[in-house]
């Protein structure tokens, strides 16, 4: 299948899944009701499910590129925002920002928000200056690192969760489970810019991407500008991983998972994987959550706890083939 | 050698952690010449090249492309004239051939603009013609024997379209028949196609088979610059290798053994 056939593929299946899925859950509802405004189950299908299932494709999207992103930019498979700390800092800064009560606004920017952006920016900057030497990026020293930060913010996210009192303890915990629970479209609408324009410039640097995959030296003599490209990327990733930390808590593994399966689908040109990991993370995650709404149903899982199950074998398994 | 140089690196110098990796270096490649460096392990020879393509700024001293400083030019102005093609090790790089070589097109490729334009693509199947590696195009550079693989990093170097092709090690990692293919390569690359070519490398042989001029690199200083006669005699390869040598058979050319001298 050329990777234009397998695009024109996830294109179909994204729109099945977010037009579909709103329509499965542990409540049976009646299309023709929900479309002709009928109380409950127009509530259900346009107040709850369907901003639920936007948020998920959208959120799925945003973790999946930028998983790619972080791959290609530290040529290493198990290089994403969880693995190497960055969604562990988002964490920090968010419940540290709960935990303070920041709340307000700057310019449309929610504290939580703002915060968890810092910490993911911080944490990316820390990981850049540690492990990419003049020799090219120290694999081995990234993901050490990345160990570290995350248990570093785990152990502060713990920390904060002790200080705090009961009903914030209980907002903390319930958030660090992630989940894409949500009523009506604030959130959609607070996390789509941020996937949209991250996305657009890692398009705009597909090119220096597929250069990077060959190699540090070979990119620069390319005349690719490696700063550039590192700070623009992880900049962008960061701003995306930190918006959407904010809302949906942690998720982990989906940044790991879905660029490794399209990898082998779609091959390795930016041109085309950028595109498939947005519309193959929002179609992963989306099913994913539609287990986690369905499988105890009445009872709703929260869907990061569904993904790091998936993840754990996952990343197992890919420490073994890669041997 | 009476043109004005192409590429000219005047007194560069580079230290690096209090170490002098290159000291007062001067080298100047004619446009159309072969210059191959020549040097022991840890003579600075990849120094001194990453200088050349502008990776790597000199601490001290310059280096101009046609009479203008390398640092002044952007980078992918320098791409468009000198193209590098850097030690490589057996790749992982999950490209095609084709797509590998579209690569090389990046300094003429905007951000901006969709996709290669036809001319990108017609500069890709030239470079791939020219190399002989046509039949390769939709191969997985993972899939391709070393010999076949430096080939690809050549034709990437080609589909720069740039005067100047450096290249670090072109045959480390080959055995004698790919190491031939590379020397027959690089040599109508240099006669054919006229392009400058600088390589790097501490194989005698392929240096006398291939250079115009070998520039002989000791401890980051120049030992000497000249024709192939003149370099590849007993008395100065003892004195750049630390190591007897024994020329086998005289001439343009000159063919050399490493003794035991016990």
Same mark, same amino acid.
């Given at each position: $299948?050329?990777?234009?056939?397998?695009?024109?593929?996830?294109?179909?299946?994204?729109?099945?899944?977010?037009?579909?899925?709103?329509?499965?859950?542990?409540?049976?509802?009646?299309?023709?009701?929900?479309?002709?405004?009928?109380?409950?189950? /127009?509530?259900?299908?346009?107040? +709850?499910?369907?901003?639920?299932?936007?948020?998920?494709?959208?959120?799925?999207?945003?973790?999946?590129?930028?998983?790619?992103?972080?791959?290609?930019?530290?040529?290493?498979?198990?290089?994403?925002?969880?693995?190497?700390?960055v969604?562990?800092?988002a964490?920090?800064?968010?419940?540290?920002?709960?935990?303070?009560?920041?709340?307000?606004?700057?310019?449309?920017?929610?504290?939580?928000?703002?915060?968890?952006?810092?910490?993911?920016?911080?944490?990316?900057?820390?990981?850049?200056?540690?492990?990419?030497?003049?020799?090219?990026?120290?694999?081995?020293?990234?993901?050490?690192?990345?160990?570290?930060?995350?248990?570093?913010?785990?152990?502060?996210?713990?920390?904060?969760?002790?200080?705090?009192?009961?009903? %914030?303890?209980?907002?903390m915990?319930?958030? $660090?489970? !992630?989940?894409?629970?949500?009523?009506?479209?604030?959130?959609?609408?607070?996390?789509?810019?941020?996937?949209v324009?991250?996305?657009?410039v890692?398009a705009?640097?597909?090119?220096?991407?597929?250069?990077?995959?060959?190699?540090?030296?070979?990119?620069?003599?390319?005349?690719?500008?490696?700063?550039?490209?590192?700070?623009?990327?992880?900049?962008?990733?960061?701003? $995306?991983?930190?918006?959407?930390?904010?809302?949906?808590?942690?998720?982990?593994?989906?940044?790991?998972?879905?660029?490794?399966?399209?990898?082998?689908?779609?091959?390795?040109?930016?041109?085309?994987? +950028?595109?498939?990991?947005?519309?193959?993370?929002?179609?992963?995650? /989306?099913?994913?959550?539609?287990?986690?709404?369905?499988?105890?149903?009445?009872?709703?899982?929260?869907?990061?706890?569904?993904?790091?199950?998936?993840?754990?074998?996952?990343?197992?398994?890919?420490?073994?083939?890669?041997? | 050698?009476?043109?004005?140089p +192409?590429?000219?690196?005047?007194?560069?110098?580079?230290?690096?952690?209090?170490?002098?990796?290159?000291? %007062?270096?001067?080298?100047?490649?004619?446009?159309?010449?072969?210059?191959v460096?020549?040097?022991?392990?840890?003579?600075?020879?990849?120094?001194?090249?990453?200088?050349?393509?502008?990776?790597?700024?000199?601490?001290?001293?310059?280096?101009?492309?046609?009479?203008?400083?390398?640092?002044?030019?952007?980078?992918?102005?320098?791409?468009?004239?000198?193209?590098?093609?850097?030690?490589?090790?057996?790749t992982?790089?999950?490209?095609?051939?084709?797509? $590998?070589v579209?690569?090389?097109?990046?300094?003429?490729?905007?951000?901006?603009?969709?996709?290669?334009?036809?001319?990108d693509?017609?500069?890709?199947?030239?470079?791939?013609?020219?190399?002989?590696?046509?039949?390769?195009?939709?191969?997985?550079?993972?899939?391709?024997?070393?010999?076949?693989?430096?080939?690809?990093?050549?034709?990437? /170097?080609?589909?720069?379209?740039?005067?100047?092709?450096?290249?670090?090690?072109?045959?480390?990692?080959?055995?004698?028949?790919?190491?031939?293919?590379? /020397?027959a390569?690089?040599?109508?690359?240099?006669?054919?196609?006229? %392009?400058?070519?600088?390589?790097?490398?501490?194989?005698?042989n392929?240096?006398?088979?291939?250079?115009?001029?070998?520039?002989?690199?000791?401890?980051?200083?120049?030992?000497?610059?000249?024709?192939?006669? %003149?370099?590849?005699?007993?008395?100065?390869?003892?004195?750049?290798?630390?190591?007897?040598?024994?020329?086998?058979?005289?001439?343009?050319?000159?063919?050399?053994?490493?003794?035991? !001298?016990?």
């Open positions: $299948m050329s990777p234009r056939t397998a695009l024109l593929v996830l294109l179909v299946l994204w729109i099945v899944t977010t037009l579909g899925a709103p329509l499965i859950g542990s409540q049976a509802i009646s299309l023709e009701d929900a479309l002709a405004g009928d109380g409950t189950a /127009a509530t259900i299908l346009w107040r +709850i499910r369907l901003p639920r299932v936007l948020l998920a494709v959208l959120a799925g999207g945003a973790l999946a590129v930028s998983g790619l992103a972080f791959q290609t930019l530290f040529r290493n498979p198990l290089a994403e925002p969880y693995t190497l700390g969604a562990g800092g964490a920090l800064g968010a419940v540290l920002a709960m935990q303070l009560e920041w709340i307000g606004s700057a310019v449309g920017f929610p504290a939580v928000a703002a915060a968890a952006f810092i910490g993911a920016l911080a944490v990316s900057l820390v990981i850049l200056g540690l492990a990419v030497t003049r020799f090219g990026v120290e694999v081995t020293t990234l993901l050490l690192a990345g160990i570290a930060i995350s248990l570093s913010c785990s152990a502060l996210i713990l920390f904060l969760q002790y200080l705090a009192d009961f009903t %914030k303890t209980f907002r915990v319930r958030w $660090m489970m !992630g989940g894409v629970s949500v009523v009506g479209y604030g959130e959609v609408l607070w996390v789509m810019p941020w996937v324009v991250g996305g657009l890692l705009v640097h597909r090119w220096d991407l597929n250069l990077l995959l060959t190699g540090e030296e070979l990119a620069a003599s390319r005349g690719v500008s490696l700063l550039r490209v590192r700070l623009a990327v992880l900049g962008v990733t960061s701003a $995306m991983i930190g918006a959407l930390v904010a809302v949906t808590g942690p998720i982990g593994f989906v940044g790991l998972i879905v660029p490794h399966i399209l990898r082998r689908w779609v091959g390795h040109d930016h041109l085309y994987l +950028i595109p498939a990991c947005l519309l193959g993370g929002g179609i992963f995650l /989306a099913i994913c959550d539609l287990g986690a709404r369905t499988i105890m149903a009445p009872a709703e899982l929260p869907v990061g706890i569904l993904t790091a199950l998936l993840g754990g074998p996952f990343f197992l398994w890919l420490l073994i083939v890669r041997r | 050698m009476t043109a004005a +192409i590429l000219a690196a005047e007194a560069v110098g580079w230290q690096f952690d209090g170490r002098q990796i290159l000291d %007062k270096v001067d080298l100047e490649v004619s446009r159309g010449e072969c210059l460096v020549v040097g022991p392990n840890g003579a600075g020879k990849t120094t001194l090249l990453r200088m050349l393509v502008g990776l790597l700024q000199p601490s001290s001293g310059t280096v101009g492309l046609e009479g203008t400083d390398l640092a002044s030019l952007s980078r992918r102005e320098r791409a468009r004239h000198l193209a590098y093609v850097p030690q490589i090790r057996p992982r790089v999950p490209l095609t051939v084709e797509q $590998m579209l690569l090389g097109r990046y300094p003429y490729l905007s951000p901006f603009r969709g996709a290669p334009r036809g001319s693509f017609e500069a890709v199947a030239r470079a791939l013609e020219e190399v002989g590696i046509s039949g390769l195009r939709e191969r997985l550079l993972t899939e391709l024997s070393g010999g076949e693989q430096q080939a690809v990093y050549v034709a990437t /170097a080609l589909a720069q379209e740039a005067e100047v092709m450096i290249l670090d090690e072109p045959t480390t990692h080959l055995d004698p028949s790919h190491q031939r293919e590379i /020397a390569l690089l040599l109508d690359l240099n006669r054919k196609a006229e %392009k400058t070519v600088v390589a790097a490398t501490h194989d005698l392929f240096a006398s088979l291939i250079a115009d001029r070998i520039f002989a690199l000791r401890g980051g200083r120049a030992l000497a610059c000249d024709v192939p006669a %003149k370099i590849l005699q007993p008395e100065l390869l003892s004195e750049l290798f630390r190591a007897p040598f024994e020329i086998v058979r005289e001439g343009e050319r000159p063919v050399t053994l490493l003794e035991l !001298g016990r």
